[in-house]
């Protein structure tokens, strides 16, 4: 244990912040997921969702330490080459997606021989914000203009959205409000920005006219958007839309300040998506307002340690990585939060780190690994490039020391042969 902590490298406040929201988790979900576990299997053994939720973050916590000992910089180059397959993952999703856990949307595909799901837009996201990251890092030693950036930069932008938005509303919009917060990061030109919002409105318009139009053409969920946002909006609700909202508002009434207890939510039974979408009504009325607030807290304090690394970051690329991926984590926190208490429409966004569901963790996992490269001291790379050298020199060591010893045989072999050649009596008839 004292070698894996002496290992973890970069902002160790990031680390503990981490560490806490995935120990917290733990309570919620195994509480949580008694609506899962009875609805789909019948028995209510809950304990086989903590042991998913378990899995899921372990293996989302060896990702973010595996990908934390990669230099950052390695990633503006995988960026271009992993968008390409970023957009087949999409495009197959579209078209050959399936529905997890009574989600009501078609947004994973099944992994072959793994038994495991997977949602491709949460790793375009990564590799899209990555992507924006590089073009705009290039800045600083070239002229950009509004046609070439265009081209290399808001093309493939759209691209990405444009194979996430049929299916996937929140995500997409969530996507594209971080890549306008880079670009203003990045001094991209703000009448140039505004441009591109004003064509990606009118494409989304477009869309919804063409979908209008043409509702069985491709797959799409716009009928399910306007639905909530109506719902939202409106003065006399769906009951059947409502729902969802309305059990998530009796759970955080009835929570109060301090809450029922662990495990002793009521509404956890009958509210759905109880151990993802919703789950931080079920805090509520579990951990009352405290434990909401220190909910709140945590991801405040992780927003102020990412501010800090992109300010301290040594380079801009850097900068604008720990913002892109950085950032998105902490808005998607705040979005769940205002669905749960109807400050926002129903998204179908997770709670980062708390919410159960294998993709989310591990994407959110991997950028966290990314972001501690970043805010890796100049000790740590001088340490770990020392240590690096090291097991250089060591493996060369044993190198030199097997090739000393298969030379010595070599020579012992042949010193026998001479011998043997100079007794051999044959040798000295012909010699005659």
Same mark, same amino acid.
């Given at each position: 244990m004292k070698?894996?902590?002496?290992?973890? +490298?970069?902002?160790?406040?990031?680390?503990?912040?981490?560490?806490?929201?995935?120990?917290?988790?733990?309570?919620?979900?195994?509480?949580?997921?008694?609506?899962?576990?009875?609805?789909?299997?019948?028995?209510?053994?809950?304990?086989?969702?903590?042991?998913?939720?378990?899995?899921?973050?372990?293996?989302?916590?060896?990702?973010?330490?595996?990908?934390?000992?990669?230099?950052?910089?390695?990633?503006?180059?995988?960026?271009?080459?992993?968008?390409?397959?970023?957009?087949?993952?999409?495009?197959?999703?579209?078209?050959?997606?399936?529905?997890?856990?009574?989600?009501?949307?078609?947004?994973?595909?099944?992994?072959?021989?793994?038994?495991?799901?997977?949602?491709p837009s949460a790793f375009a996201s990564m590799i899209l914000l990555i992507y924006v990251a590089r073009y705009l890092s290039k800045?600083?030693?070239?002229?950009?203009?509004?046609?070439?950036?265009?081209?290399?930069?808001?093309?493939?932008?759209?691209?990405?959205?444009a194979l996430i938005f049929p299916a996937n509303f929140s995500t997409a919009a969530l996507i594209f409000t971080m890549v306008l917060m880079l670009s203003f990061i990045g001094k991209y030109p703000i009448k140039n920005s505004a441009i591109i919002v004003g064509m990606g409105i009118g494409a989304a318009l477009f869309f919804i006219v063409l979908v209008k139009a043409f509702p069985d053409a491709f797959p799409n969920r716009v009928d399910t958007w306007m639905s909530r946002i109506d719902n939202?909006?409106?003065?006399?609700?769906?009951?059947?839309?409502?729902?969802?909202?309305?059990?998530?508002?009796?759970?955080?009434?009835?929570g109060g300040v301090y809450g029922l207890g662990p495990g002793k939510?009521?509404? +956890?039974?009958?509210?759905?998506?109880?151990?993802?979408?919703?789950?931080?009504?079920?805090?509520?009325?579990?951990?009352g307002l405290l434990g909401g607030f220190a909910i709140i807290f945590l991801y405040l304090m992780l927003f102020v340690r990412f501010v800090i690394a992109s300010y301290?970051?040594?380079?801009?690329?850097?900068?604008?990585?720990?913002?892109?991926?950085?950032?998105?984590?902490?808005?998607?926190?705040?979005?769940?939060?205002?669905?749960?208490?109807?400050?926002?429409?129903?998204?179908?966004?997770t709670l980062p780190l708390i919410s159960s569901g294998g993709t989310s963790i591990w994407m959110t996992c991997a950028a966290i690994g990314i972001i501690l490269n970043v805010t890796k001291k100049e000790e740590e790379i001088a340490q770990e490039n020392a240590d690096k050298q090291k097991r250089e020199e060591a493996l060369q060591r044993i190198i030199d020391k097997e090739l000393a010893e298969?030379?010595?045989?070599?020579?012992?072999?042949?010193?026998?042969?001479?011998?043997?050649?100079?007794?051999?009596?044959?040798?000295?008839v012909l010699n005659k």
């Open positions: 070698e894996l902590l002496h290992n973890l +490298k970069g902002d160790k406040v990031i680390w503990a912040f981490v560490a806490l929201l995935a120990l917290f988790s733990f309570m919620p979900v195994y509480s949580a997921s008694s609506n899962l576990a009875y609805l789909h299997h019948g028995k209510g053994n809950t304990f086989v969702y903590l042991l998913k939720h378990f899995m899921h973050l372990i293996m989302g916590f060896t990702i973010m330490y595996q990908v934390q000992k990669v230099p950052y910089h390695y990633f503006r180059s995988l960026s271009r080459v992993l968008l390409p397959v970023v957009w087949l993952l999409l495009l197959y999703t579209l078209f050959k997606g399936t529905v997890v856990e009574g989600a009501n949307a078609s947004r994973w595909i099944q992994v072959p021989f793994l038994g495991i799901s997977f949602q800045t600083e030693v070239e002229e950009m203009t509004f046609q070439k950036s265009f081209v290399e930069l808001w093309i493939p932008v759209f691209i990405t959205l939202f909006m409106s003065d006399k609700q769906d009951p059947d839309e409502d729902y969802q909202i309305e059990k998530a508002k009796t759970a955080i009434a009835t939510s009521v509404q +956890k039974n009958f509210l759905p998506q109880s151990s993802s979408d919703f789950i931080f009504a079920i805090i509520i009325e579990e951990f301290k970051a040594p380079t801009l690329f850097g900068k604008l990585v720990v913002a892109g991926l950085g950032f998105p984590i902490i808005f998607q926190a705040f979005i769940n939060m205002g669905v749960a208490v109807e400050l926002l429409p129903t998204t179908g966004q298969e030379s010595q045989v070599e020579n012992e072999v042949n010193e026998d042969y001479s011998i043997e050649e100079k007794n051999n009596p044959m040798n000295a």
